[in-house]
């Protein structure tokens, strides 16, 4: 199993640019969610999804949008990029056993704005 | 919605030490309660969870204890050792909901 994989590892854009995220999980996870970290602020949750062609607004969700077509992947938007969306980003995925939603993180993926 | 609080931001043990962690949450509805270890360029991983029927949790050197009435609730690691220098999560979640709040972390260094 690869677990939760993330694609690129590494981007930077210019300022307006577009570019699309992409996490895959080969768990048969239902919940998917995407964070940013920035440093002092932890993690902090953008949009998430609990199934198949569902998604939600986390905490911070301005400046993104996301698509969950298939189960295995879910993808982050952003349409025009600003400095303040440099960050790392890491999606996770999630089941629910025995009272535990235990997340499974991807690599992370790290975003440059100029 | 939820706000999760953690304290201290960094903290410095010696090794062999023990170090504790808080954090507070908002959300009395809240019962779900995991905390997340990540090394330094890698991903976050589970290191211990508590549901609100719980007051404490062990798992060898590490124990998570909780306070619903204050709800608070904190990470200790005991006999603590180089490769637990790491930045620490809390978090908190309610069944209702399918997503969880993540408190700032807790950069811990363990001094020779």
């Known amino acids: 199993n690869a677990g939760v994989t993330q694609t690129p590892k590494f981007r930077v854009l210019k300022t307006g640019q577009s570019m699309t995220l992409l996490c895959a999980q080969d768990m048969n996870h239902e919940y998917m969610y995407w964070y940013r970290q920035d440093p002092g602020m932890g993690l902090r949750l953008i949009h998430y999804?609990?199934?198949?062609?569902?998604?939600a607004k986390g905490e911070v969700p301005d400046g993104y949008n996301v698509s969950r077509l298939k189960k295995q992947n879910f993808l982050l938007g952003l349409e025009s990029a600003a400095p303040s969306q440099t960050s790392v980003y890491f999606c996770?995925?999630?089941?629910?056993?025995?009272?535990?939603?235990?997340?499974?993180f991807g690599p992370g993926t790290r975003l440059t704005v100029t | 919605g939820e706000n999760v609080e953690q304290h201290p931001s960094t903290l410095s043990v010696q090794e062999g030490d023990s170090a504790v962690i808080k954090c507070t949450y908002s959300d009395s509805a809240s019962n779900y309660f995991p905390w997340y270890k990540q090394e330094l360029g890698k991903r976050p991983q589970l290191i211990i969870d508590?549901?609100?029927?719980?007051g404490e949790k062990k798992d060898q050197r590490i124990a998570v204890t909780l306070n619903k009435t204050a709800k608070h609730f904190s990470l200790h690691i005991t006999e603590t050792q180089p490769e637990d220098s790491a930045v620490y999560f809390c978090a908190a979640s309610q069944d209702r909901d399918d997503k969880i709040i993540f408190g700032k972390g807790t950069r811990l260094h363990i001094l020779p």
């Open positions: 999804s609990v199934g198949e062609g569902t998604t």
């Open positions: 996770a995925s999630s089941y629910f056993v025995a009272g535990s939603y235990e997340q499974y």
């Open positions: 508590i549901r609100s029927n719980v």
